[in-house]
């Protein structure tokens, strides 16, 4: 290694290319992979109160970390600004996130993560917040943790360099084969999965004629109007992990109630009459059962490795998943009476 950054911070860009540059290099990369994920990992698991292993890959490393590190560190690791750093080091990492979405979901039919619920988002696939973080990190990557991670890689002999990167060089891509191999499947199964849900919304929207125009005085449509689910509400009921979430059973059973205190002589037909009169609490009963069998369909065809990554990645959905919440909740708001 030359002179010039065997002291300090070793500086990406002056790496000398042949076989000792080539290792330093892939260790950088390589440990902040396993810093971001380290990262990642413990913020999850904290919002999910239990241990999630965040990545796309088995192992514990984030190759997206890794890569936005090396970029910031190419382009801006002599810069001595606090402010350029954070402005450029997180629009950066969020041309990076957004490309990395991007790119994942035409892979495989699936939002890995999803933003659009959220303030100053672009395309639900990066966000203001997101902007911050960034920000933050690439300043603690230039400042702070290039230093750190240096130093043991200095103290290293070169053939110790040499042989450190070639087994975590063979680990990564063994894992990212293994990773590619086992979701080979995934993308048929998630259009397999939006092609079921379709289904399921476009039959009740069949069953619009069905419904009998239910008497309206005020009083009684608003009571109604609070109970009635909204668009989170059946994003809750469709997603499979959230299947037999008992909140919105017991909004609609609430529902029912106030009906039934506000207009006594009216009758609420059951689901299995001869000749179909469906009432709102029937259709979400039987929407949820309809959306139940469609998850563990989809869930007993995931294989160790997929359900790893629907573990890995809470808030993963098919690349459909919104316009059918959409199709959904028009389906219910016209069984409602609310058009």
Partial sequence: MPDSITSGAIVVRELPFGPDGLATLWLLFFGYCFLGWCAESAYCSVLERKLVNRGFLNGPYLPIYGSGALLG??????????AVLFLVGGALSCALEFATSWVMEKAYHARWWDYSHLPLN???????????????????????AQPLLSVPLLLMSQPARATVAALTALTFFADLAVTHVGLSGFRSKMDDLVGSMRSRAFALGQWAPAIPHVPSPSDAMDALSGYIPSRSDIASLVGWEHIRELSLGRRLGAARRSLSRHMPDVSL???????????LSALIDAARNAQG?????????LNAQEKRILGAFPSLRPSEYQSMIDDLYDAYRKHAGRQ
């Fill in 122 to 144: 672009l395309d639900g696939r990066v966000w203001v917040g997101g902007f911050f973080e960034f920000g933050v990190g690439v300043v603690l990557v230039a400042k702070v």
């Fill in 73 to 82: 560190l190419l382009l801006m690791q002599d810069v001595q600004s606090v």
């Fill in 269 to 279: 037909p059951q689901i299995n009459m001869p000749v179909p009169k469906i009432e």
């Fill in 293 to 301: 069998e469609v998850a563990e369909h989809f869930s007993s065809a």
